[in-house]
C-alpha cells in the first residue's frame, strides 16, 4: 500500500512569510498522480494543484507545487490570511488506487 | 453547471447500515465517475470507493466487505451502502467528481457531504 506522509502536520506563518509542505510517498509514483486539496473549517475540501504542479482554477499564482518520484512539496511564496487551512496531498495508483495524506494544518501568526 | 449534493440518514444505530445518496447536476454519469470520501470529526480524509463511469466499481480493500457502491445513471445519482457500522464510521460523507483532462484525474468537484452519526 501506498502512505503519503505530510510534514509538518501543524505549522503557523506570518503574513509575507514563504511556506513549504512536504508530502513523501512511500513508493515512487507519476507526477502526474499526486493532487493537492485545500480545506477549510467546516467546508469540502477544494481541489488546489492537480498533477504536481498545474494550479486549479482560482488558486493564487503565490502557490506552487514541485517534486517527483516520492517526494513532492506546495510551497506559498508569501503567505497571506486567506491561506490558512489545512492542506492534503492524495496519490493516485495501480493499488490501493487512492490514497491521501494526514494533512497540514497551516495557521497564521 | 457541475454540482453534487449527498443525502443520508443522519443517524445510524450501531450495526445497522448505512445508505447515502449523491445526486448529480451539469454532468453525466454515464461519462464521469464518482468517488466516496469521508472524514470522521477533527481528522483527515479516507477513500472509500469509486464508480467508474461504465458502471465498474473499486474500493478501499480495509472496508471493501462492508462497502457496495451503485448508480442510476437516468437518475444521475450514485449510491453508497456501508454495512456493520461502529461508532469509529461517523464522519462526513463526500462524493465527488473524477475529472478528466487538465484536472489530471484529480477529483475537481465535490459535494457539500452529509454527516453520519453511528449511536444508539
Known amino acids: 500500500e501506498i502512505v503519503l506522509t505530510q510534514s509538518p502536520a501543524l505549522m503557523a506563518a506570518s503574513p509575507g512569510e514563504k511556506v513549504t509542505i512536504t508530502c513523501s510517498v512511500s513508493?515512487?509514483?507519476?507526477?502526474?498522480?499526486l493532487h493537492w486539496y485545500q480545506q477549510k473549517s467546516e467546508t469540502s475540501p477544494k481541489p488546489w494543484i492537480y498533477?504536481?504542479?498545474n494550479l486549479a482554477s482560482g488558486v493564487p499564482v503565490r502557490f506552487s507545487g514541485s517534486g517527483s518520484g516520492t517526494s513532492y512539496s506546495l510551497t506559498i511564496s508569501s503567505m497571506e490570511a486567506e491561506d490558512a487551512a489545512t492542506y492534503y496531498c492524495?496519490?493516485?495508483?495501480?493499488?490501493?488506487?487512492?490514497?491521501f495524506g494526514g494533512g497540514t494544518k497551516l495557521e497564521i501568526k | 453547471q457541475v454540482q453534487l449534493k449527498e443525502s443520508g440518514p443522519g443517524l445510524v444505530a450501531p450495526s445497522q447500515s448505512l445508505s447515502i445518496t449523491c445526486t448529480v447536476s451539469g454532468f453525466s454519469l454515464s461519462r464521469y465517475s464518482v468517488h466516496w470520501v469521508r472524514q470522521p470529526p477533527g481528522k483527515g480524509l479516507e477513500w472509500l470507493g469509486m464508480?467508474?463511469?461504465?458502471?465498474?466499481?473499486d474500493y478501499n480493500s480495509a472496508l471493501k466487505s462492508r462497502l457496495s457502491i451503485s448508480k442510476d445513471n437516468s437518475k444521475s445519482q450514485v449510491f453508497l451502502k456501508m454495512n456493520s457500522l461502529q461508532t469509529d464510521d461517523t464522519a462526513m460523507y463526500y462524493c465527488?467528481?473524477?475529472?478528466?483532462?487538465?484536472?489530471?484525474?484529480?477529483?475537481?468537484?465535490w459535494g457539500q457531504g452529509t454527516s453520519v452519526t453511528v449511536s444508539s
Open positions: 464508480i467508474w463511469g461504465g458502471g465498474s466499481t
Open positions: 513508493s515512487s509514483i507519476s507526477s502526474s498522480n
Open positions: 492524495q496519490q493516485w495508483s495501480s493499488y490501493p488506487l487512492i490514497t
Open positions: 498533477g504536481t504542479s
Open positions: 465527488a467528481r473524477k475529472g478528466y483532462g487538465s484536472s489530471y484525474g484529480a477529483m475537481d468537484y
